[in-house]
């Protein structure tokens, strides 16, 4: 059975293209410790975090970091060697949508 890990900050993965340090040292923790070889990115719409970061975007421009960040962090990671899937989630028609973001 393959083990899973759970890692949750405000923002998701924007700390590692952001270099938040004591996050960036947890994730590498986990990584080291735990032996990890692949990695989940999830960002959401209608974000707080982004919307209390970058309160002048619009939402469409806000969605826009989203997407760029979340690519940033997909190569990071890869650099590390570590296989990398990201989603972008989203509500249309009542109904959760995870859309991949590849890059």
Known sequence: ????DLFVVAGGPAFIPQSEL???ERL???IEAHKIK??????????SYYKHRYPK???EKLRQQQHNDL?????ALKQKGIKVQAFFAFID???VVFEEVKG
């Open 1 to 4: 059975m393959e083990r899973c």
């Open 22 to 24: 004591p996050l960036i």
């Open 28 to 30: 590498n923790l986990l």
């Open 38 to 47: 692949r990695v989940v990115l999830i960002a959401h719409d209608d974000c």
């Open 57 to 59: 975007l619009a939402p």
């Open 71 to 75: 690519l940033a962090a997909v190569s």
């Open 93 to 95: 028609s009542s109904e």
